[in-house]
């Protein structure tokens, strides 16, 4: 395991991707522009709300790390975007939730039914921007993601059994929810690279992908939120079961169990409740558990590059797991 | 114009496909199978709730009468079938509907979560489809239809404006809503048809898709209940403003234009309020304006046909004008 000092930030990633990613920006403006007053509405604020660029980040790493130039990159990449806003929308829009980075959600901002419909809208778009580009091959993974994607999102709403959810469970939720898109990314970047390059940087997508919703959720355990200086514990709040909690159940005596059980049945848990199961799983191991997992994951990820050509990409995509094991959100 | 005499039904016009269609639906089954436990559920669900297979019907009718043998046409037909699938569940999470058919609908019967995310299932579903028949151009069709639909929802969103909402707005709506994936389905039909044909299908299907949806929205103004014995005015209790009232609205008096404010700013109408305003619009001719424009555009409808060369298939799309003008749901 060789990853680099901490320290890595996502702008250093996209360093020498600047004008790359301002094409990618360019790109996505063109795509969604739209003459119909509410939808340009709704872009107008997507775009501003927009997000740090990680999926396109690692789309044109892998294209550059894997061989031949690629002239439709920057489209693929702002396609690749849009599917991860359209997946935005509608997650919000099924969580009912009014903020998302800081900023209030379609949901919140205009109704319920806007969001549901913007959704479908950005998804279809991605579509026929796709088939105007004349190949079926990014279809076909791009499509394949989504579907899983979709398959995820109904894992999550059965995730609410914790004594019931195993680790099992809990991976082929996080790999279809969160990692099938970052893999995609990583194999639509290599489609003109030989197909066991493609391979390589679709398995490291995913492998990576698996890493960054554990610490996703790990981060949910662990960070300090600005108001209250405790961790959030939204998950919790939620009903959610992630890592940290399957593990630790394992640990648990009967006293900790009651107070999971008791937390998952009440509808809105007080912040005494989530504080109170956050501390018992870290003293169980809960948190270490999963940290290490995440690390597990990158290290696995990492060896998947060596199969590729030494490169500065290569590079960059190695100091891409150190970014998603040390973020902070 | 040369329709032949009522009494046309979809199982007239579906009698020579009865094979054809049964293997669209074992398609149908094949494309959305899975073996994830709340999907079969979902899926199990919509496939009793399944609908009349026009857009189906339309297709390999299409195909049949622009010439050549297209073996994806079961399979797209399958595809098609889906789409609309997909956009009803989003229709009813949107609206909050709670009956489609006479059945609960997902919303209804699972959750608003459950609808929304199966809608993007469907969809995905039906892209990946395409993409594995391994042919760029009915994904080209068909996600610019889908694309369309999702403009045409948000249109509806805005149409509540009576006394702004013009007939070229209206036009704008059931065009995009409807017709778009009516003429989709009579397009991809004619895939391997000369350009022609496929041009002529196209426009074909826009204007029986037009037509039927002003045929939906006057039943709506005159279809009488099982339970009431009137009109369920089931538009105007949610403020939707369709054709009939947007041209009885130019012979309305200040009196009846009240009517209609007081109607759009209640927010639950009465039925006396619904009952009166559907026979002020009948008075001023707003029925028989929009029966007649149905009459007319479905007259534009038969004669493209013209252009196709004579044929059982043609003869049965003529017969697809009578059934939508003369349906009651």
Redesign the interface.
């Given at each position: 395991m060789t990853f680099r000092a901490a320290g890595i930030t996502l702008a250093g990633l996209q360093a020498s991707l600047r004008p790359r990613l301002d094409a990618v920006q360019g790109e996505l403006r063109r795509i969604i522009r739209s003459d119909?007053g509410?939808?340009a509405e709704v872009n107008g604020h997507l775009l501003q709300m927009q997000g740090k660029m990680f999926r396109p980040t690692l789309l044109l790493l892998s294209q550059e790390a894997s061989g031949p130039g690629d002239e439709r990159a920057e489209t693929h990449a702002a396609v690749v975007e849009l599917i991860h806003l359209a997946t935005l929308v509608?997650d919000d829009?099924?969580d009912h939730s009014v903020l998302r980075r800081g900023m209030p959600t379609i949901n919140a901002l205009f109704s319920?039914?806007?969001s549901?419909?913007?959704?479908?809208?950005l998804?279809?778009?991605a579509?026929?921007e796709l088939?105007?580009l004349?190949?079926?091959e990014p279809?076909?993974v791009l499509?394949?993601v989504?579907?899983e994607?979709?398959?995820g999102?109904?894992?999550q709403?059965?995730a609410h059994e914790p004594l019931s959810y195993s680790e099992a469970d809990y991976d082929l939720l996080i790999r279809s929810k969160t990692a099938s898109l970052l893999s995609g990314a990583c194999e639509v970047g290599a489609l003109r690279a030989p197909p066991r390059e493609r391979e390589v940087l679709r398995r490291f997508g995913d492998l990576l992908g698996m890493a960054f919703q554990i610490v996703d959720d790990l981060l949910d355990y662990t960070e300090e939120e600005a108001v209250t200086g405790k961790p959030s514990g939204n998950d919790l709040r939620e009903h959610k079961v992630t890592l940290p909690l399957i593990h630790a159940l394992k640990h648990f005596g009967p006293e900790a169990r009651r107070e999971v059980r008791t937390l998952m049945a009440t509808p809105e848990p007080s912040d005494e409740q989530i504080g109170q199961v956050v501390a018992r799983v870290a003293e169980a191991g809960g948190l270490d558990y999963a940290r290490e997992r995440a690390h597990r994951l990158a290290a696995r990820a990492e060896q998947e590059l060596e199969a590729l050509p030494a490169s500065p990409a290569r590079e960059t995509l190695r100091d891409s797991l150190s970014y998603v094991l040390d973020r902070k959100r």
């Open positions: 119909f509410l939808i509608h829009s099924v319920h039914q806007v549901v419909i913007m959704g479908d809208y998804y279809s778009r579509v026929v088939t105007r004349g190949e079926i279809l076909r499509s394949r989504t579907n994607m979709t398959v999102e109904m894992r709403l059965m």
